[in-house]
């Protein structure tokens, strides 16, 4: 599973999920790029991975919807091999709570810079015979989740976008595969964990057994799980898959 020689671009890269792909290819020799939009968290995600695994680290700060600046970045890194499509997820909410400004800023950010960044290396990846295309994506892949409409609605784009990328370039050594996780205990789960325990006046032991009550693992998974998972999707020896959706969810949706 080295990755000696190759060159990552992770976006999300600074935190959570993002950065523990990042994490998981440093422990494997490869170099990063990393973008996010806060500066400061890239710079210390970068001097954390660099001294940490004796790796090269760079990194734009960019916001991902906003199409020039992140054109403006992906033009000048279209010698990567691997790519790590992520974003935040869309906001909690029925169908009633989104008018269509919402929808299409939602489509921004998780379709939309996915294609672009694809768009953008994929080509060069198909043109060099070895490419891996890496996309985190949700369980609202597989399984509509009470309260994310946005997410239900939009994430299984990706998993079309993988097959057809799948179909176009497999044969040109280039892989493309949804990561798609459950439970998982990030920045974001941490901040839903702590609002719980102050509406329900439960402690975050009680509130964690209810979130897991439905997992047959019986527990959270914790981001470096997806991010060994993203390792070996990125391997050599995972040549021959291509066009799959993982789900990183301890059961939750078997």
């Not at 523990?20 to 990393?34: D, I, S």
Request: overall charge negative.
């Amino acid at each position: 599973m080295s990755l000696n020689g190759k060159k990552a671009l992770v976006m999300g890269g600074s935190k959570g999920l993002g950065f523990a792909c990042a994490e998981a290819m440093a422990k494997r020799g490869a170099r990063l790029h990393l973008l996010a939009r806060h500066e400061q968290d890239l710079e210390q995600a970068a001097h954390r991975l660099g001294t940490g695994y004796d790796v090269s680290v760079s990194y734009d700060p960019v916001d991902i919807t906003d199409e020039r600046a992140l054109q403006g970045v992906l033009d000048t890194h279209t010698d990567c091999d691997i790519l790590v499509s992520n974003c935040g997820g869309p906001p909690l909410g029925g169908f009633e709570s989104f008018d269509l400004a919402a929808w299409d800023a939602a489509y921004q950010s998780q379709i939309r810079s996915a294609v672009q960044v694809c768009h953008s290396l994929v080509p060069a990846m198909a043109g060099r015979g070895w490419g891996r295309l890496i996309m985190i994506a949700s369980i609202s892949v597989g399984t509509a989740i009470p309260g994310l409409v946005l997410s239900n609605s939009l994430r299984p784009g990706l998993l079309g976008l993988a097959r057809s990328l799948t179909r176009e370039y497999a044969h040109c050594g280039v892989t493309t595969n949804l990561l798609c996780p459950g439970l998982t205990l990030t920045d974001r789960l941490e901040a839903l964990i702590q609002k719980n325990m102050e509406v329900q006046g439960k402690s975050r032991d009680q509130v964690i057994a209810g979130m897991t009550a439905a997992i047959p693992a019986g527990r959270l998974g914790q981001p470096q799980e997806l991010g060994e998972t993203a390792a070996f999707l990125a391997s050599d020896g995972a040549a021959f898959i291509s066009g799959q959706a993982l789900f990183i969810d301890g059961g939750q949706t078997c």
